[in-house]
């Protein structure tokens, strides 16, 4: 069977986005997504999206596999792709328009900005240790500056789950943590029972932070927008940041706002088409 396939990046964290519109169930399974994304033996891809039909009164599903084949509940990059995407099956629509996106973190709306960029709400973070899921917790219940034991070290790390569930530490150089020698020790610690994207966070100033991230299911990526949100919440909830921060990551910068009015994370950044072509499944 052919499939037709785009290729989407956001900041250079790059997905395979297939039009599902047309049935329910994804259109390829999670060892063929796993293959596609292969960057010697597929298409090469962090990710597949699987651009559904709506659920519930929204617009249109979001579903997609990780490059080893997982489903992660949320994609900050790619439903910026996503956003983009529909706005090319559907031929084109002005600035501002917004959709409603099923998600398994819940309904999240992007918003189409000019010059690629697209604008997120992306719901209410989630800080209830057991929501996470994480068994770190104080005794106030907050999974906030805990100390975590890996590889040897004692870190401190605070949990926040934007529908998909983040550990972040504050370090004072984030270009000298040996991240591929760690991030899979964090991504499968016991304290995280649906294992964990692991964020290190620099400090440059309270409006602006650099991060490096090790993402569950995929491993080093250029960046991750999930990933980006629940590290500026850890840095409002930790005294390290402002609400509204811009966040560099090796891809390029996203701008994130933890709003006081509403408690809901917007995030801010491009999203652009790569590819398009056809592959024998
Ligand atoms: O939670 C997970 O398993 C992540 N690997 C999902 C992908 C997150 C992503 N990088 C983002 O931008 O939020 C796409």
């Known amino acids: 069977m052919a499939l037709e396939f785009t290729k989407y990046q956001g900041l250079g964290n790059d ?10 169930e994804p259109l390829v399974t999670p060892e063929q997504a796993a293959k596609l994304c292969d960057r010697h033996f597929g298409i090469g891809a962090d990710g597949v999206i699987f651009a559904l039909p709506g659920t ?54 992007p918003q189409l900005e000019a010059e690629e960029q697209v604008r997120v709400d992306m719901g209410e973070p989630i800080l209830t240790p057991a929501e996470i899921p994480t068994s770190l917790a104080d005794d106030a219940g907050k999974s906030v500056n805990q100390p975590l034991d ?14 998909n569930p983040h550990c972040i530490t504050f370090v004072d150089d984030v270009a000298a943590i040996p991240l591929e020698e760690i991030g899979a020790d964090f991504e499968t610690h016991s304290a995280f029972p649906q294992k964990i994207n692991t964020e290190f966070i620099e400090v440059v100033r309270p409006d602006y932070i650099k991060m490096r991230v090790w993402e569950r299911g995929a491993g080093i990526t250029l960046a991750c927008g999930t990933g980006a949100c629940a590290s500026v919440v850890a840095g409002v909830l930790t005294g390290n940041c402002d609400r509204l921060c811009t966040v560099e990551l090796p891809g390029g910068c996203l701008q994130i706002e933890w709003s006081k009015a509403d408690n809901h994370v917007y995030m801010t950044g491009p999203a652009e088409i790569s590819f398009q072509g056809s592959t024998a499944l």
Request: with cysteine.
């Open 15 to 24: 997905f395979i986005l297939l039009d599902n519109r047309q049935q329910t």
């Open 56 to 109: 519930d009164g929204s617009d249109y599903t979001m579903r997609i596999y990780n490059s080893d084949g997982s489903e992660p509940e949320m994609c900050g990059n790619g439903i910026r792709c996503m956003a983009r995407f529909i706005d090319q099956l559907e031929g084109g629509n002005p600035v501002g328009k917004t959709y409603d996106i099923h998600t398994l973190a819940g309904m999240i709306r």
């Open 150 to 163: 890996v590889v040897g070290k004692t870190w401190t790390v605070t949990c926040v789950s934007m529908g």
